[in-house]
């Protein structure tokens, strides 16, 4: 009985220890990739220079931190796009993507920004401008594709 009892706690200790490496090393792995995504934005990020956005043009980039990774929020956040002509937007930022399914949305600007700025990062991210029926830009926001 008592060979038993202490082949139990063994058998126990034994899986409490595999479960504790089990979820440190998933816990090591979720920080590997999340604690990047939150700390990069800090690192990176820039205050909007148009010159330096127009420099890096809609060239697909597997960069990182490019440019225009490093300065798209404050872009978006200070606004400067909204109630822009098409034109205008050319002559802050640059052309906008001419692909042929760019070309088929007729109310929308969509600008490369980059790899995702994410832990895994298999998406690109885009600048979207949407145009109201005035011709101006009513909204700007990142995607994914």
């Not at 009985?1 to 440190?24: E, P, Q, S």
């Not at 490369?112 to 298999?122: M, T, V």
Request: aromatic share 8%.
């Amino acid at each position: 009985m008592k060979n038993t009892h202490t082949i139990l706690k063994v058998v126990l200790m034994v899986a409490v220890g595999l479960a504790a490496a089990y979820l440190l090393l998933f816990v090591a792995m979720y920080a590997c990739c999340t604690i990047p995504d939150a700390i990069g934005p800090l690192l990176h990020r820039k205050k909007f220079d148009a010159a330096e956005w127009r420099r890096q043009g809609n060239d697909l980039t597997n960069e990182k931190w490019g440019p225009r990774q490093s300065m798209v929020d404050d872009l978006i956040k200070s606004r400067v796009l909204l109630g822009r002509t098409p034109g205008e937007v050319s002559d802050l930022i640059g052309p906008h993507i001419d692909a042929g399914w760019a070309r088929s949305m007729s109310n929308e600007l969509h600008y490369y920004i980059g790899p995702e700025r994410g832990g895994f990062g298999i998406d690109n991210e885009r600048l979207r401008l949407v145009i109201d029926p005035s011709g101006r830009v009513e909204q700007v926001f990142l995607f994914k594709t």
